[in-house]
């Protein structure tokens, strides 16, 4: 039986036949084989959670719904049919992570929940980091106070022509509502002058001492020279004498952690590949690619799926960080929490599912 197959059966006995806690059991196991994999998965893999999703959403508590969206909203290509069924889930408790953070969400979506959905609803999507006008324009019409202040303040947000108008009109008598928006560096000048026609001495005050062009000429600055900011390419590599080192000394029986974790303390990125490589059977591109390219979760998944121990897994994210900076403290402890957090299990799963036909031959 495939793991996609053990998977599905495993789903159906739980909603069938058991508990509440076994089905929030089974969807914890779930998605963390989602979210550890992620970054890999085909889209027939994600079509597949997103199934698997789907079904156990229908059957599981809204703390359990609440739990699993706060974990697939940052994700880049999470199951979409689920992550439209969280958004639009009448518990803002489910649907406010997925609202605010889902890049999964277009703006039709966006629109339609936003013109349906409960003005908690609204509030989530106007905290977005990024917002079309068609959005914008149903917020600032339909949404209260603290849903247009809320969009006003959100400097990425895009308003139309007819959103200013809103706004503008809103503001009337509202201090806080018409210094925010008469704060926003894009505004119209003819808004600005209408805002400031009927906004109170104290209001006035502050937004003529804004010098507004000034503003936008430092943004427009620190935007340009951002994106001339490139990530490093790294070089290309030869495997050749470390392929070689590694084979004889896992042929000798002399291959073992250790090794791997001196390789990448002593910097030698080649030998440490190599030897990844040997101990979990990919290719060795595979776990260059995990260790170069791929987001962090690909060494940890790797590493847990040997059973290489903490010390180890540190010793090749200095490694793999080498070229970037470093990690900060931070990042080694949030490193820390994911791959304590992450079963062995759930690791081997994940590898059969991203890399199932990457893996060497038996033999090879």
Not at 13 to 34: N, P, Q, W
Not at 87 to 98: H, L, N
Not at 248 to 276: I, N, P, Q
Not at 279 to 304: G, Q
Request: charged letters at 25%; one cysteine or more; proline letters at 3%.
């Amino acid at each position: 039986m495939s793991a996609q197959e053990s998977l599905i059966s495993e789903l159906e006995d739980a909603i069938s036949h058991g508990s509440d806690e076994r089905r929030a059991k089974t969807l914890r196991r779930v998605t963390d084989l989602f979210v550890f994999g992620s970054g890999h998965f085909s889209q027939d893999h994600i079509a597949l959670f997103d199934g698997v999703f789907t079904h156990l959403i229908a059957h599981i508590e809204q703390s359990a719904r609440a739990a699993l969206a706060t974990q697939l909203a940052p994700i880049s290509n999470a199951p979409p049919q689920a992550i439209r069924t969280l958004a639009f889930d009448d518990a803002i408790e489910v649907a406010g992570p997925v609202l605010t953070q889902s890049p999964q969400l277009d703006n039709a979506a966006l629109v339609e929940n936003a013109r349906t959905k409960s003005q908690q609803h609204l509030l989530a999507i106007s905290k977005r980091k990024s917002l079309a006008e068609t959005v914008t324009d149903v917020l600032v019409e339909r949404g209260d106070r603290q849903v247009v202040l809320s969009t006003a303040e959100n400097p990425s947000a895009k308003l139309s022509e007819a959103g200013y108008i809103r706004l503008v009109k809103r503001a009337e008598g509202d201090d806080q509502l018409a210094q925010s928006v008469g704060s926003r560096t894009e505004i119209p000048r003819h808004h600005f002058l209408r805002l400031l026609a009927k906004a109170s001495q104290a209001v006035r005050a502050k937004l003529e001492a804004t010098n507004q062009h000034s503003a936008g000429e430092v943004q427009r600055v620190v935007a340009e020279v951002a994106t001339e900011i490139q990530k490093a390419v790294p070089r290309s590599r030869s495997y050749t004498a470390a392929s070689a080192l590694v084979s004889a000394m896992k042929a000798e029986g002399r291959l073992r952690e250790s090794d791997v974790e001196a390789f990448a303390r002593d910097g030698r990125f080649e030998e440490t590949t190599a030897a990844l490589a040997a101990l979990s059977e990919l290719p060795t591109e595979v776990v260059e690619r995990a260790i170069v390219h791929d987001r962090v979760e690909s060494v940890l998944i790797i590493a847990k799926a040997i059973g290489f121990a903490w010390s180890t897994v540190k010793a090749i994210l200095t490694l793999r960080a080498a070229d970037k900076g470093g990690l900060s403290k931070h990042e080694f402890e949030n490193c820390l929490t994911l791959f304590t957090r992450l079963k062995p299990e759930t690791a081997r799963q994940v590898l059969k599912f991203q890399f199932q036909n990457t893996r060497r031959p038996a033999g090879g």
